[in-house]
């Protein structure tokens, strides 16, 4: 097995062992970025020479804690991770995947990145997304499309695809992303690997640039169950700088990570079963569903009646949260500043018509239009009321089930440039994960078999801050398949 092929928690037993050192590990994950990432095009920005360095100090903190093994050695330290860029790094570039920010360089670190860098953790560098996180496929990138590994001419997801695909590529050990209607649980689905939403306030958004602030939430990719438990143990901590951070102490992740499931309840949605799903996808995740009934647990159909509306509702209250919140992007600030102009108002005309992409200006348009008087009450108002309703759904759910299972998405990645002139259909890729953003619960995505030879992604739910029950059921699945094992050849 190459380094770079490693799991974190595989590098990490011989990172404290002292079979590999740090710096080794990292130029192997380098190595294995300049070999495939001209093909799969994960990366918008790589920072080589800092995260040798990283991993230097990560070596010299490990032959410290050899010498005084008092307290245990972090899992992160010496790992290298990719990070969206969409989450601030001191002294990196963080475009949002936005011409309207190509050159913008942020003088902070958001909370998660100083809590990895507090743990010796590794970053790489920044991964490829659709710009300011709207979109499903990383097609709406401000810079270039990201392939996915499993079959580079299809898309990788998003709009966190190039965390997921640089995972599914081995050109990371781990990533982080953000997930605001289904960004890290449907590019994990599209890639095979294991990407979790947590519940909303379980970590914190200072330093992620904002695009709905009601729904944003980061979260990891991993390779594996337990990759995900390692790094969300990292980043899930109480943070006064964001105000909607719940000082709720995160249980100890990898202590959930047992395979015995017996006796557990587990609730199938009918509604997630939805009409256009492949059939394939849905035979994979029905298979899924019996071997987690034959691992014990306790399945039986529920039913969310208002899952059917979560769809209308989120592309209502998304795009008027982005219109407010990109409303800073005016040229003045920072960021582009369109230069050939009359006056201030039509350099804000020309600053967001050449910065923002399509479908940025077009959430902007919708979101705008739904808060504007006359319309408030009629679009935003009524779309918060059916957002109360679906969480009320998932309340009554969990009153009776631990979890519930569904597909993560009704289709297997679909091809570059299929979907990316109807934006109603690429909206659909999103139908099955939304619910859960507009709800503020957690979810993960795990590998469930194949469809058409592309990855089938299993979604697991749970009820806010029970992120240790999801992470058990996902880690009881993932011990009883190999589905997770298979690699894409690149």
Not at 170 to 189: F, H, I, K, M, W
Not at 460 to 465: E, K, S
Request: net charge negative.
């Amino acid at each position: 097995m190459e380094l770079y092929e490693l799991t974190i928690h595989e590098a990490h037993d011989l990172l404290r062992k002292g079979e590999i050192p740090a710096i080794e590990l990292t130029q192997a994950v380098i190595e294995r970025i300049v070999e495939v990432d001209d093909q799969v095009k994960a990366y918008l920005t790589l920072t080589p020479e800092w995260a040798l360095e990283q991993a230097q100090q990560a070596d010299h903190r490990i032959a410290a804690w050899r010498k005084n093994p008092s307290n245990a050695l972090h899992p992160l330290t010496g790992i290298p991770l990719a990070i969206k860029d969409v989450i601030c790094v001191a002294g990196v570039p963080t475009t949002c995947g936005s011409n309207i920010l190509e050159d913008f360089i942020p003088p902070y670190d958001a909370t998660v990145i100083e809590h990895l860098r507090r743990r010796g953790a590794v970053i790489l560098g920044k991964t490829n997304m659709d710009e300011f996180a709207m979109g499903s496929s990383t097609e709406n990138s401000g810079f270039f499309p990201t392939h996915n590994p499993w079959g580079l001419s299809r898309v990788p997801g998003g709009s966190s695809g190039g965390s997921a695909a640089a995972i599914a590529a081995d050109e990371c050990l781990g990533a982080l992303g953000s997930d605001t209607g289904g960004s890290v649980r449907q590019p994990a689905a599209f890639c095979g690997v294991a990407g979790l939403k947590p519940t909303y306030g379980r970590v914190s958004r200072y330093g992620l640039v904002a695009f709905a602030s009601s729904l944003d939430q980061i979260g990891p990719f991993g390779k594996d169950v337990t990759d995900c438990a390692l790094i969300l143990q990292a980043i899930a901590h109480h943070d006064p700088r964001d105000s909607t951070s719940v000082d709720v102490p995160a249980p100890d992740y990898a202590q959930a990570l047992v395979p015995d499931i017996r006796g557990m309840r587990v609730g199938v949605p009918r509604e997630y079963f939805v009409e256009g799903m492949e059939p394939e996808v849905e035979a994979a995740v029905r298979a899924a569903i019996d071997k987690i009934a034959d691992l014990g647990a306790e399945v039986d159909e529920v039913s969310l009646p208002h899952t059917e509306y979560s769809l209308p509702a989120y592309y209502l209250l998304a795009p008027a949260e982005a219109s407010a919140n990109l409303a800073r992007y005016d040229g003045v600030k920072y960021g582009y500043s369109h230069s050939e102009v009359e006056d201030v108002w039509d350099a804000y005309r020309q600053t967001r018509q050449h910065g923002f992409g399509a479908e940025v200006k077009r959430r902007i348009m919708l979101g705008t239009y739904a808060l504007s008087a006359g319309y408030y009450d009629a679009y935003y108002l009524k779309a918060q009321k059916v957002r109360t309703l679906i969480k009320r759904d998932f309340d009554q759910a969990f009153r009776e089930f631990d979890v519930l299972l569904a597909p993560t998405s009704p289709t297997v990645a679909f091809k570059i440039g299929e979907k990316v002139d109807d934006p109603l259909q690429m909206y659909l890729s999103d139908v099955l994960t939304l619910s859960l953003n507009l709800a503020g619960i957690c979810g993960i995505s795990i590998p469930c078999g194949f469809a058409d030879g592309l990855p089938v992604g299993l979604q697991i739910m749970g009820d806010a801050f029970a992120e240790e029950v999801v992470l058990r059921v996902a880690y009881a699945y993932e011990q009883a398949t190999e589905w997770h094992k298979r690699k894409p050849v690149l």
